[in-house]
Structure formats: C-alpha cells, structure tokens
C-alpha cells in the first residue's frame, strides 16, 4: 500500500498551489480520501475529505471557498487544488484512505485523524507548503 502526496513547495501569499496524492495497493474507488496538514507545534487537522463516489466533500472552515478537493478514480489520484493561499495554510500537507463503508465515513476521516490505527487507515509521506512573501 502506498500513497504518495506531490505538489508543495513556496508560494506567496494570494497564490496557488495544487496537490496531488497518487495510491496503489488497494482498491482505490472502494476508499475515503482526505487531505490533512500539520503546522509546527500544532496538532494535525483535517483539511478537506471526499467519498469514494465523489459527490460528497467536506472543507475545514478556514479553507472552504479556497481550496477543491477532486478525484480521479480511473488514475487512482486525489487532487487538492489550493487558491488564496495565506501564510496560516503553512504546514506539511499527508493524504490519507479510510474504507468508504457507510455514508459519513469522509466526515469521520477528517474529523478524526487520531483514530487511523483503529480505522485501518493508509497515510502516505507528506508534502511541504510554504506560503511566505
């Protein structure tokens, strides 16, 4: 299993930046992928989650109106295109997959990042963004 996040690096602020995360190893369209990050010093958080049939998506407030979240089933590939970036959005973004079994699982996944090892959750390595002038 292997999930592999891309697309960070510096951008100032107002700009953007789009990440993608590319899975193998499981059935891909059977999961709930969701986009987390974590700042220095502060506890990873949910940023944006999306079901396996990808017509449900949840933002954490502070992004929502920014950032998109997307998938690709047919490439095995989870986007997250990212717009108006600040300073705060500054972090090292991971991708993650929890089976897709019942409705709310893409809410459970971003609302509980601490819980994977009971939920059986792949996460992939992250990638780092920087938004600074």
């Known amino acids: 299993v292997q999930l592999q996040a891309s697309g960070g690096g510096l951008v100032q602020p107002g700009g953007s930046l789009r990440l993608s995360c590319v899975a193998s190893?499981?059935?891909?369209?059977?999961?709930?992928i969701g986009w987390f990050r974590q700042a220095p010093g502060k506890e990873r958080e949910g940023v944006s989650c999306?079901?396996?049939?990808?017509?449900?998506?949840y933002y954490k407030s502070s992004v929502k109106g920014r950032f998109t979240i997307s998938r690709d089933n047919a490439k095995n590939t989870v986007y997250l295109q990212m717009n108006t970036m600040k300073p705060e959005d500054t972090a090292v973004y991971y991708c993650?997959?929890?089976?897709?079994?019942?409705?709310?699982?893409?809410?459970?996944?971003?609302?509980?990042?601490?819980?994977?090892?009971?939920?059986?959750?792949?996460w992939g390595l992250g990638t780092l963004v920087t938004v600074s002038s």
């Open positions: 190893g499981f059935t891909f369209d059977a999961y709930a």
């Open positions: 999306i079901n396996s049939d990808e017509d449900r998506t």
């Open positions: 993650a997959a929890r089976a897709d079994l019942y409705s709310g699982t893409y809410l459970d996944l971003c609302a509980s990042p601490g819980e994977s090892s009971a939920n059986n959750d792949y």
